[in-house]
């Protein structure tokens, strides 16, 4: 292999293998393992589809995420860059061009994977704009899209615009599809058509994967059952193949009390649970029963950190002035009382998070946050209010606009518990400074949309963190469709960004983010990245809270599973097994 710059290291993670099988990591794999048998797990919200570029949704990555696999993998624990459906690969001397070696494998129904099916994924789905979960902003580098070359059969070849230090991060995140299934099932000439393959009433042997599993049920809200794929790649240190369990079964619940009582009563094998379930798990673990209850300093994209924001661009055109004002935002987070929230709606189990990098990411965190987010100060949050015209002019204990009309915004977030919680005892705290706040709480899925499209005036939302702030730059870039407080930064019908929309600090993020993805030298590509941390913490267009801590409960019989001196959950689905 050529080996240039930081992606020596990146390299060096995934050396190209003389066969086609893989050896998983020994960290996931510490037991002498049984074969066989069902491993059963909860799914809060049932899939919206089968098609993981076919909605947002956050079940259907999680279902897909054991069916479809990348190019290259990134280890959940070490994120490390290692072989997925390319057994190694090379790069270009100019970092420019990646010539990937695909891994002779073969699909779930027994179809040989090749160069086709990357090329079809890329062009379709992957960098397919219309496509509702499309990466397409991942793929696009000044302007330019990476283009992807068949070499051969089995070799496929990425050409990059520039050089990209988050290529291999980004491209971890980009999942294979099936050609021979999908092709001739949309119309090419309506790109956004592949959003309608595999809904949730296909048939389910139309799909197929190269990941360890493949769907075998769906029952609509209830279960959906996967079965193991006999054409996996992966195998243990003894050259047993993956996964070790015949199924592994996503049982569809949504209220978290019911996880709870099904998890005790033995129907679920682990779960993820909430800071309010922790206690009682925790005493009845102490007095013997067979589960074991974990509790570690958060490190992982989700649950994802929830955060504060004020809509730029809100209808009521008062508001829209007062909320792109630098002193207002800043007012809102001093009225942020975090200590509070920590200790009474998480029970303690929570921490003060990044701006938005978590403070566990050591390669892009910066400490120097810590001295710019406000900490809970009503009379400095009063302060910035009557600076910028926001006063209680009659002594009533109600602020108002400069033109004595009452300030009052309507503050949207869903049902979820932890953010009805958050939102009052926020609300309750800007009351008690002349702001009044109306609730408008909804359902999850609904609270998005609305969100997303721009319906709103404030929010308490969530997004994932993810090891490479590349990852999320649709979302944290100024100019990008998931920037959902500012949606007029972007171009709707070119999804490109309108910079003499910007503010200056909104600007350099958008630089900072530019630079950052096509930056080699990884120290080089922290700077960029610590600039848009404290641009976030001084202009605060998102307030962050806290981020809950990594609490789940496994049953003893669960192999596998298990929990680092560090804090960290290490398990694998295809790993864990029945003792």
């Not at 051969?152 to 999942?175: H, R, S």
């Not at 518990?417 to 705290?429: R, V």
């Not at 976030?536 to 789940?552: N, Q, R, S, T």
Request: with cysteine.
């Amino acid at each position: 292999m050529k080996k240039t710059l930081i992606l020596i290291v990146i390299l060096a993670m995934g050396l190209a293998l003389i066969a086609s099988d893989y050896t998983v990591n020994k960290m996931f794999t510490k037991e002498k393992a049984k074969t066989g048998g069902t491993i059963t797990i909860s799914l809060d919200s049932a899939p919206q589809s089968f098609n993981h570029y076919g909605a947002l949704d956050n079940a259907v990555y999680t279902v897909m995420g054991q069916v479809l696999i990348p190019l290259v993998e990134m280890n959940p624990i070490t994120l490390e860059i290692e072989p997925g459906m390319a057994e190694s690969w090379e790069i270009s001397p100019n970092n420019k061009e990646v010539t990937f070696h695909l891994r002779a494998s073969k699909w779930s129904d027994g179809v040989a994977f090749n160069a086709d099916d990357v090329m079809f994924s890329m062009q379709y789905f992957v960098m397919n704009k219309f496509a509702e979960g499309n990466q397409v902003a991942r793929y696009t580098l000044g302007g330019k899209l990476v283009e992807w070359k068949k070499v051969d059969n089995m070799t496929v070849k990425a050409i990059l615009p520039e050089p990209y230090g988050a290529f291999f991060t980004v491209l971890a995140q980009a999942v294979l599809v099936p050609k021979h299934k999908l092709d001739g099932k949309f119309d090419k000439n309506d790109l956004g058509s592949v959003n309608k393959l595999w809904t949730t009433d296909v048939d389910m042997s139309e799909i197929a994967g190269t990941g360890p599993f493949v769907v075998k049920d769906y029952y609509p809200d209830q279960k959906i059952v996967l079965k193991r794929n006999p054409y996996y790649w992966k195998v243990d240190s003894k050259g047993i193949r993956l996964p070790y369990a015949d199924e592994l079964d996503y049982l569809i619940i949504k209220d978290p009390e019911v996880a709870v009582a099904k998890f005790l009563s033995g129907e679920l094998d682990y779960l993820k649970i909430t800071s309010k379930d922790y206690p009682s798990l925790k005493q009845k673990e102490l007095k013997g029963a067979d589960f074991k209850v974990y509790k570690g300093q958060p490190t992982k994209p989700t649950p994802s950190p929830i955060h504060i924001t004020f809509n730029f661009d809100a209808e009521n055109q008062q508001l829209r002035e007062v909320f792109r004002n630098d002193d207002f935002r800043r007012a809102m987070e001093y009225a942020l009382d975090r200590e509070r929230i920590i200790e009474e709606v998480y029970n303690t189990l929570a921490v003060v998070g990044g701006v938005p990098v978590l403070p566990s990411n050591k390669a892009f965190y910066n400490p120097e946050i810590e001295n710019i987010r406000r900490s809970f100060d009503l009379d400095k949050a009063s302060e910035l209010l009557d600076k910028i015209g926001i006063k209680d002019r009659n002594r009533d204990g109600i602020r108002e606009f400069p033109n004595g009309q009452q300030f009052r915004f309507v503050l949207l977030t869903r049902n979820q518990q932890d953010f009805q919680d958050i939102a009052y005892l926020y609300s309750q705290d800007l009351k008690s400074i002349g702001v009044n706040v109306d609730l408008q709480i909804l359902d999850a899925g609904l609270t998005s949309q609305k969100a997303l499209a721009g319906d709103y005036e404030a929010a308490i939302m969530a997004f994932g963190n993810q090891p490479d702030p590349q990852l999320r730059k649709a979302i944290w870039q100024p100019g990008n469709p998931l920037y959902y407080n500012h949606l007029s930064s972007m171009d709707k019908d070119t999804r490109t960004v309108i910079k003499s929309e910007l503010y200056d600090w909104e600007l350099k993020i958008w630089e900072d983010f530019e630079k950052g993805q096509v930056t080699m030298d990884q120290a080089s590509r922290k700077t960029y990245y610590d600039d848009w941390q404290k641009l976030y913490a001084e202009y605060v267009p998102f307030i962050y809270v806290c981020k809950g801590m990594d609490l789940m409960v496994a049953s003893k019989d669960l192999g596998n599973f298990y929990q680092l001196d560090n804090g960290t959950m290490v398990y694998l689905e295809y790993t864990l097994f029945k003792k």
